[in-house]
């Protein structure tokens, strides 16, 4: 946390202080976002991410030790299988190994960032030292003094950036991991309770009513709790990546850049994204298994409730009570920032966001 504050408020300092500065200059301190005549706001932008990553670090570490944690040490470390409804064992084992290879294919195509942010550094690395050789560096004192500078600020400054993909990395796959299970979960509940009993049996009963019940409220609570922790750093991520991406789009697309330039950028490109659309899709999975069970027993309670009689007129109210509070516009899932429900529509308007930061990019660059 203490690099990472220090990485983004040299960020801060060469925005205040390089856009003047000769090019000599900025070789020396690794100002590459001047040297490739990017706008200097970019260099603001990456320190903001820094100092989110700062606030990253902060709660996966500190304060992270909620529902959601606990239940992910248990699933994959432990092989604890309590929180699946019961099945075979051999099926129980299926899901966890499942979880787990998934996860390995997320932490192998993760280490495809930081080989890419290592080429980068070896390629520009060649290019300055070169550089240093053709105007004489070497040969003096103080030209040594600013090789030597400039080389501990691109160690530094990668060190930094290395860190930041590793919080990136624990973000996603702790949340990665919770997805996994909780729909697993969702789907447990939404064959073996709901389809397969209904068609074994057509009496609902005051113990399958329960069951169903009480397994939706554990989820929504568990919901509530992924939401107030990795919906959160999520909507942080959305806040400050999306005017980026929208920002490095339009670079891409209109300004002649070098080949490592460009592959920085195309990676940080689709790494967003990557999140962006993920995450989007899993909120709008969430609210939709969320509402399933309700939707479900609505179209099906009254059409066998009248045949059964094991039913009270108290249990039926309690029902119907808990199909009121499912079966509603205030819907339940994840949220931006605990602030607006995320469905279909709200992604569509963040994507209308994007377009207008784009065309504000646009214009940055152009003119």
């Known amino acids: ?85 019961n099945e075979k064992l051999l099926n129980q084992q299926k899901f966890v190994r499942q979880i787990r290879l998934w996860l390995n294919i997320y932490y192998q195509s993760f280490h495809l960032l930081y080989l890419v942010t290592y080429i980068l550094a070896v390629i520009y690395e060649i290019q300055v030292m070169n550089f240093f050789m053709k105007n004489g560096y070497f040969s003096t004192c103080s030209g040594i003094i600013s090789v030597i500078t400039q080389s501990v600020q691109l160690i530094f400054v990668l060190i930094g950036s290395i860190i930041l993909l590793d919080i990136l990395f624990l973000f996603g796959s702790c949340f990665l991991s919770i997805t996994m299970i909780s729909f697993i979960k969702f789907e447990q509940i939404k064959k073996k309770c709901l389809k397969q009993n209904l068609k074994k049996s057509k009496i609902i009963t005051k113990k399958f009513i329960n069951e169903i019940r009480n397994r939706t409220i554990q989820m929504l609570l568990l919901t509530k709790s992924i939401d107030g922790t990795y919906g959160v750093l999520m909507f942080l991520f959305i806040l400050t990546n999306g005017p980026i991406n929208a920002y490095l789009t339009m670079i891409i697309s209109i300004r002649t850049i070098s080949f490592a330039e460009r592959l920085l950028q ?41 045949l059964n009689c094991k039913i009270n007129f108290r249990n039926r109210l309690q029902f119907s009570d808990w199909l009121e509070k499912f079966h509603t516009k205030q819907r339940y899932g994840l949220t931006y920032g605990r602030t607006n429900l995320i469905t279909m529509t709200t992604f569509v308007r963040f994507i209308l966001f994007y377009v207008k930061f784009t065309m504000i990019a646009y214009k940055l660059i152009r003119y």
């Open 1 to 85: 946390m203490f690099i990472l504050f220090i990485w983004s408020g040299r960020f801060c300092y060469l925005y205040f202080i390089g856009n003047n500065r000769s090019f000599e200059w900025r070789v020396v301190n690794f100002d590459w976002i001047n040297m490739a005549k990017i706008d200097n706001m970019l260099n603001i932008y990456i320190a903001v991410i820094g100092f989110i990553s700062v606030y990253y670090a902060y709660i996966l570490y500190f304060c992270n030790n909620n529902r959601v944690t606990q239940l992910i040490f248990l699933v994959l470390i432990n092989g604890d299988q309590k929180f699946f409804i």
């Open 266 to 306: 195309q990676a940080t490109i689709i790494n967003q994204w990557s999140y962006i659309f993920v995450f989007h899709y899993i909120a709008i999975r969430f609210g939709h298994y969320l509402h399933l069970p309700s939707k479900y027993l609505i179209n099906h309670y009254y059409k066998y409730s009248y």
